[in-house]
């Protein structure tokens, strides 16, 4: 019988843009959570012992702030884990690992993973189909995006592809929906978590903004056995450990693989109900160490979509918030235009309703603030 690895109970540092979902799944994991992250939202505060606050510029964490605020903070027993907000200068991740013990992937495998030309010539030499890519601007540019090198959220990308200089790559444009698996390594296996789908909330000028997620995706099974290789050899070829995040483009039977996210990602909040949070944050730690484990039960389908502010607004002292809004903002801050105010939260049987059920719930929040914004 397999011996189950333990991981004890102590300070675990949580850092990402938004941590509430880890912060959460630590908490109920028994761990002492310190949460780092953008919002510091009600949340978020309500499970940390303690909360820090952190600026962010060009795309990822402000790097002065991060050392002034948060390595004060370290002892060189915690554990720290991340999310998103590290992409753009994983330098940062490796500053942090010298003054407490790092769990996920390595600085070294996050910026291969998030080197366009690392990565494409990783794709070619495995065989995994992606959208054609290149690293300076196409001759005709339609039809092509550019991206930011170690973007997420979607904001990162633009039609506008004419303008060229360090830090972009450029891909051609496709039709599909984007889904993404979430799933756990060792640095040779993997279990699939879940196959999700992602959601756009376009802005004025923000076409592919991220706008939420919804579990148990309506793929082809053949789809989802190409998209578990492709993270198999990815993770052989990267070293990959710990939870991460394939985004594809699937259209009918054909998907393309966009790009690898080797961190914790928006996708666990899909899955951080109950025991399941707490359970796949333990698997996350172990499968870091090697151990590669993770049981539990099918959940119904989950959707978790972002509501983005319509104006700038000031967050009221007394405001009644549904039970399914979440990351709430604290009473009295600012909120600008476009800017994440909070997320809606829906389940049922298949992504399809929960999806449903989110986007009435999104109406219904636009309801609540447009009350406001005439008060």
Not at 127 to 140: F, H, K, Q, S, V
Not at 186 to 212: E, K, S, W
Request: charge should be neutral; glycine fraction near 8%; proline fraction near 8%.
């Amino acid at each position: 019988m397999k011996r189950r690895a333990r991981i004890s109970p102590k300070r675990l540092i949580v850092a990402a843009a938004s941590s509430r979902p880890f912060v959460q799944a630590a908490a109920a994991a028994g761990f002492q959570v310190v949460s780092a992250d953008l919002f510091s939202d009600s949340d978020t505060l309500r499970h940390s012992h303690r909360s820090i606050r952190l600026p962010y510029r060009h795309g990822g964490f402000d790097a002065d702030a991060l050392r002034r605020l948060l390595f004060p903070e370290l002892r060189p027993d915690d554990t720290l884990i991340y999310g998103s907000g590290f992409e753009t200068q994983p330098g940062l991740l490796a500053e942090l690992s010298t003054r407490c013990t790092l769990f996920g992937n390595s600085p070294e495998v996050v910026a291969g993973c998030k080197q366009p030309a690392r990565f494409i010539t990783a794709l070619d030499l495995l065989g995994i189909p992606y959208p054609e890519t290149m690293l300076t601007p196409p001759a005709r540019t339609a039809g092509w995006l550019r991206k930011r090198v170690g973007g997420s959220g979607g904001t990162h990308i633009d039609t506008e592809v004419s303008d060229s200089g360090p830090g972009f790559y450029f891909q051609r444009q496709h039709t599909g929906e984007p889904c993404s698996l979430l799933f756990l390594a060792d640095g040779i296996d993997v279990l699939p978590v879940g196959y999700n789908l992602q959601l756009l909330a376009p802005g004025p000028t923000m076409l592919y903004r991220f706008g939420g997620l919804a579990s148990q995706a309506p793929l082809p099974p053949q789809t989802k056995a190409g998209m578990r290789d492709a993270a198999v050899k990815l993770t052989r070829e990267m070293g990959l450990r710990g939870l991460n995040s394939l985004d594809c483009l699937v259209d009918e039977d054909r998907w393309l693989v966009l790009e690898v996210n080797p961190r914790l990602s928006a996708s666990f909040g899909l899955y951080d109900r109950a025991r399941q949070g707490a359970e796949l944050l333990r698997s996350h730690l172990r499968a870091c160490a090697g151990v590669l484990e993770y049981d539990m039960p099918p959940e119904p389908a989950r959707a978790h979509l972002i509501y983005y502010a319509p104006a700038r607004l000031r967050v009221p002292q007394t405001i009644f918030w549904p039970a399914w809004v979440e990351d709430l903002p604290a009473s009295g801050e600012w909120i600008e235009a476009d800017a994440p105010l909070c997320s809606v939260s829906a389940a049922g049987d298949t992504a399809v309703q929960a999806l449903a059920l989110g986007r009435q719930r999104l109406q219904e929040l636009e309801q609540i603030i447009n009350h406001l914004s005439e008060a």
